[in-house]
């Protein structure tokens, strides 16, 4: 018998909401944690559970606190009242052990976790950062981990807080209602606890519930909102659609969109979850395929469903005050087919070019990425780059000198020729950068930093004093050449020449290959290129010349400008102190701290703001 699916959504009258004005106040004193547990995502902890430990660390983008707490409190109130609970305060108490905590983040959590027993170790079907529970359950479907399931999810809602410190060592930390009122009423499996200055090396500890005297807690407060029981209407649903673009070649998927702004009377929706049943068997049946809660958000996807199945989703909502709609007269929705797998086309050889070439103890080598090329290669051949219009196309030049010494070398590449199938001659590139590459070791070997911007003719030497590298015994010069919008399509060459003296000791054909793609002016991806301190210091100029830094880093930030990236040197450095010139002078600590003056920070960062660096 062929099976049916069906997704559930309704509508329902309602009363009204409102304050109860003598209703009483709730003031909880202290919530107990429940549960809590240190998720690890450095490499090598990444299958640790900590659920025993009396502290443990909250640190970056690699330590994060996982907690539940008693909400009997909440629900036995309500319950002896009559009323739903609207939350308005809640702070979490913790206690700190080393470093101190400036400003933290909190995200829902839609599974149920294992706090665990162990200290530091693996243990079977415990919560950490990889598993639910270890080793046999992921945090989603997909095998995703902690920060997929949380921080990462689109679905989940998260707030940040700043830190304040107390006495002995009391962290006092605001927490958003919602995020209290998700736990209050089933949505999520208590919060995670993420350090938002994470580029910083500090190491933040806490004390868990383990420590007997210093165990965390919550203070929640609230108030009487609207009598029990109640109906709620949901909020409309404009559609529940097949979705091609959530299905892979094996299944398909559904979106379900909801009318995320809706508010009724003085009170509005801050969650929903939405389940998917798939009919079967008899009249009436149906199972329960997936339930997925979203926070804040009009658009929900299920995927990996079975393609061209019937469907029902079935919504609920949530608001603030402490209701929820009731679903009614579900509608039904077909899931997307399946991808088409696609024909794998007849793909025409690479078009190559020769990449070694040596004369006279001489040897230059033609790479066009930055990868290590293996010696033992013997047939010697290098594909031809290819590259769209409006764009530069790079090639790597490696010089290798006899006996690995030279001094008074020059190189140029006067332009590349078109050299199609065409009686017209085009324009030929003629806009052609050199640079030399910067090393920077790596054990025995080294790899490129930055581009040091090289003249045609002007002259250097191998191995690079500067550069200061151990038994270095060549040098790698970075070819840019810009391919503008009326650049003819097909190939193009052009001769590298190297010279030692001012006289020709190689000279080696270079060739690329110009696609008929041509990029928009306009930058649709975000390329960022994060540095801990500016190029200018690599380059050897100080602080101390504020004039000349600022010039030599500018050129670099053209540089990456030009290429579609973004340069993107940090004002701060990972032990949180701040680099020369990353913020305006301040004066003052805590409650006294301002602001003195913006003069040196605007003479460094203002141009790049204002696009006339550019």
Same mark, same amino acid.
């Given at each position: 018998m062929r099976k049916i699916v069906f997704v559930v959504l309704s509508l329902i009258p309602a009363v009204a909401f409102a304050d109860i004005k003598n209703g009483p106040p709730i003031n909880i004193k202290k919530l107990p944690i429940t549960a809590d547990v240190g998720i690890c995502a450095h490499r090598n902890e990444v299958s640790l559970n900590t659920g025993k430990n009396?502290?443990?660390?909250?640190?970056?983008?690699?330590?994060?606190?996982?907690?539940?707490?008693?909400?009997?409190?909440?629900?036995?109130?309500?319950i002896r009242n009559q009323y739903h609970w609207k939350i308005t305060k809640a702070t979490l108490h913790l206690k700190i052990a080393k470093g101190h905590l400036r400003k933290v983040a909190f995200c829902t959590v839609p599974a149920e976790w294992v706090e665990g027993t162990a200290v530091n170790k693996k243990q079977k079907g415990s919560t950490c950062f990889t598993h639910l529970k270890y080793p046999d359950k992921p945090w989603t479907q997909w095998g995703g981990t902690m920060l997929d399931a949380t921080f990462n999810s689109p679905y989940m809602m998260w707030k940040t807080s700043e830190v304040k410190t107390g006495k002995d060592g009391w962290l006092e930390i605001p927490i958003a209602p919602e995020l209290i009122q998700a736990v209050v009423a089933g949505l999520s499996h208590g919060l995670v606890m993420s350090d938002e200055k994470g580029q910083t090396r500090e190491n933040h500890d806490v004390y868990t519930r383990e420590q007997g005297n210093a165990k965390p807690y919550l203070t929640v407060e609230g108030k009487a909102y609207i009598p029990l029981p109640v109906i709620l209407p949901p909020p409309p649903v404009a559609n529940a659609k097949p979705f091609l673009r959530g299905a892979d070649f094996n299944s398909g998927a559904v979106i379900v969109r909801v009318n995320g702004?809706?508010?009724?009377?003085?009170?509005?929706?801050?969650?929903?979850?939405?389940?998917?049943?798939?009919?079967?068997?008899?009249?009436?049946?149906?199972?329960?395929?997936?339930?997925?809660?979203?926070?804040?958000?009009?658009?929900?996807?299920?995927?990996?469903?079975?393609?061209?199945?019937?469907?029902?989703?079935?919504?609920?909502?949530?608001?603030?005050?402490?209701?929820?709609?009731?679903?009614?007269?579900?509608?039904?929705?077909?899931?997307?087919?399946?991808?088409?797998?696609?024909?794998?086309?007849?793909?025409?050889?690479?078009?190559?070019? *020769?990449? %070694?070439?040596?004369? @006279? &103890?001489?040897? $230059?080598?033609?790479?066009?990425?930055?990868?290590?090329?293996?010696?033992?290669?013997?047939?010697?051949?290098?594909?031809?780059?290819?590259?769209?219009?409006?764009?530069?196309?790079?090639?790597?030049?490696?010089?290798t000198p006899p006996k690995g010494k030279a001094e008074n070398i020059s190189v140029s590449l006067p332009g590349l020729g078109f050299k199609g199938l065409q009686r017209e001659r085009p324009i030929p590139l003629k806009h052609v950068k050199l640079h030399r590459v910067w090393y920077v070791p790596k054990?025995?070997?080294?790899?490129?930093?930055?581009?040091?911007?090289?003249?045609?003719?002007?002259?250097?030497?191998?191995?690079?004093?500067?550069?200061?590298?151990?038994?270095?015994?060549?040098?790698?010069?970075?070819?840019?050449?810009?391919?503008?919008?009326?650049?003819?399509?097909?190939?193009?060459?052009? *001769?590298? %020449?190297?010279?030692? @003296? &001012?006289?020709? $000791?190689?000279?080696?054909?270079?060739?690329?290959?110009?696609?008929?793609?041509?990029l928009p002016d306009?930058?649709?991806?975000?390329?960022?290129?994060?540095a801990y301190s500016s190029p200018a210091r690599a380059m050897g100029v100080k602080h101390s010349d504020p004039k000349a830094c600022i010039e030599m880093e500018r050129k670099y930030y053209r540089l990456a400008h030009s290429h579609r990236m973004t340069l993107n040197v940090l004002p701060y450095s990972q032990s949180g102190s701040i680099n020369w010139r990353g913020a305006p002078k301040i004066a003052g600590k805590g409650k006294d701290v301002k602001i003195t003056d913006w003069k040196e920070w605007d003479e460094r960062f203002g141009p790049l703001l204002s696009g006339e660096a550019f």
């Open positions: 009396s502290h443990i660390r909250i640190k970056g983008n690699e330590h994060y606190y996982l907690f539940n707490f008693d909400t009997k409190q909440i629900r036995t109130e309500q702004a809706y508010n009724f009377g003085n009170d509005r929706v801050f969650a929903s979850k939405v389940r998917l049943f798939e009919k079967h068997g008899g009249a009436g049946k149906a199972r329960l395929v997936r339930t997925m809660i979203f926070f804040h958000r009009q658009e929900l996807v299920f995927a990996g469903l079975h393609p061209g199945k019937k469907y029902i989703v079935h919504l609920n909502s949530y608001f603030m005050g402490g209701g929820m709609s009731i679903p009614q007269n579900p509608p039904t929705v077909t899931a997307s087919p399946a991808l088409t797998i696609p024909k794998v086309p007849k793909l025409k050889p690479l078009k190559t070019m *020769k990449r %070694v070439h040596e004369h @006279n &103890g001489w040897r $230059v080598e033609l790479l066009s990425t930055t990868a290590k090329t293996p010696r033992n290669d013997k047939s010697f051949i290098q594909s031809i780059p290819i590259t769209p219009r409006n764009a530069w196309v790079g090639l790597q030049v490696v010089i054990g025995k070997d080294y790899h490129a930093e930055v581009l040091v911007p090289l003249k045609s003719g002007e002259k250097f030497s191998i191995p690079w004093t500067q550069n200061k590298i151990p038994n270095q015994a060549n040098q790698a010069i970075f070819v840019d050449v810009w391919v503008p919008k009326s650049a003819a399509v097909g190939p193009h060459k052009g *001769k590298f %020449v190297v010279r030692r @003296n &001012g006289k020709p $000791v190689m000279t080696v054909p270079i060739k690329i290959q110009v696609a008929g793609v041509t306009k930058f649709n991806i975000v390329g960022d290129m994060n």
